[in-house]
């Protein structure tokens, strides 16, 4: 049974940073594609950032140049480091695992942006 657990959102002012992690366990990322989805209250969950198990990541138009998301096969974790955050970043981030039939979720972490 793979195990996904997100952490790192909070409070953050307009222009600030965080960064979120996805803890993995029961199967080894480095295998998979591994993604950050979003969903802000009354609207559906969209895609933020993906990054293949080999190849570059993708991202959302909405987030690039501003989000980042990257891999430590070691620890068997993804980020997403998030800066110049604004107001239409407010919402739940999902961490995905895919690949070889399987499509996993964490639990999410709420990202608040206001002032």
């Known amino acids: 049974q793979v195990q996904l657990v997100e952490s790192g959102g909070g409070l953050v002012q307009p222009g600030g940073s965080l960064r979120l992690s996805c803890a993995a366990s029961?199967?080894?990322?480095?295998?998979?594609?591994m993604g950050w989805y979003r969903q802000a209250p009354g609207l559906q969950r969209e895609l933020v950032a993906v990054?293949?198990?080999?190849?570059?990541?993708n991202y959302a138009d909405s987030v690039k140049g501003r989000f980042t998301i990257s891999r430590d096969n070691a620890k068997n974790t993804v980020y997403l480091q998030m800066n110049s955050l604004k107001p239409d970043d407010t919402a739940v981030y999902y961490c995905?695992?895919?690949?070889?039939?399987?499509?996993?979720w964490g639990q999410g972490t709420q990202v608040t942006v206001s002032s």
């Open positions: 990054i293949p198990s080999v190849g570059t990541p």
């Open positions: 029961g199967s080894i990322i480095s295998l998979y594609r």
């Open positions: 995905n695992l895919l690949g070889f039939g399987y499509n996993y």
